[in-house]
């Protein structure tokens, strides 16, 4: 607590930035605590070249504190699991693998993103490029 009463955070008072926020207008998704870190990605997809009825397998490492959840977006969308073709599988480790089989020409090849994010700072994106090309 402040003087005034104010609470405060981290030798921040919750007043001083809430002005701060009144006077710049800028609007925060989360609060960084101390002893917590915001998502980081480590170790980013990779862009991949598959021929058509092959496998396709993306792999995204992130740290933070608490550690982060991984979700993986096709082309800006949520990668949906009731296809059976695509399988997310989130590893031990806190990492996170997405798995497309068999390829499709036309239906793959598309630009996929790995979004990490644990409610501290801003989710991070890293992407990749799978094309797809003829058997032949």
Not at 14 to 32: D, P
Not at 94 to 117: F, H, K, N, Q, W
């Amino acid at each position: 607590m402040t003087r005034l009463g104010v609470p405060s955070y981290g030798g921040t008072s919750l007043l001083s930035a809430f002005i701060l926020l009144l006077s710049t207008g800028q609007v925060f998704s989360s609060v960084h605590r101390p002893g917590n870190d915001p998502p980081e990605i480590v170790t980013k997809p990779r862009n991949l070249q598959v021929k058509h009825g092959g496998i396709a397998a993306f792999y995204c490492a992130a740290k933070g504190v608490p550690p982060p959840v991984i979700q993986w977006k096709k082309n800006g969308k949520r990668v949906s699991e009731s296809q059976t073709r695509y399988q997310v599988r989130e590893l031990p480790d806190g990492s996170s693998l997405l798995r497309i089989e068999p390829v499709r020409m036309g239906r793959d090849d598309a630009t996929y993103e790995c979004v990490a994010e644990n409610g501290v700072g801003d989710a991070v994106t890293k992407e990749a490029t799978l094309t797809v090309f003829d058997r032949k």
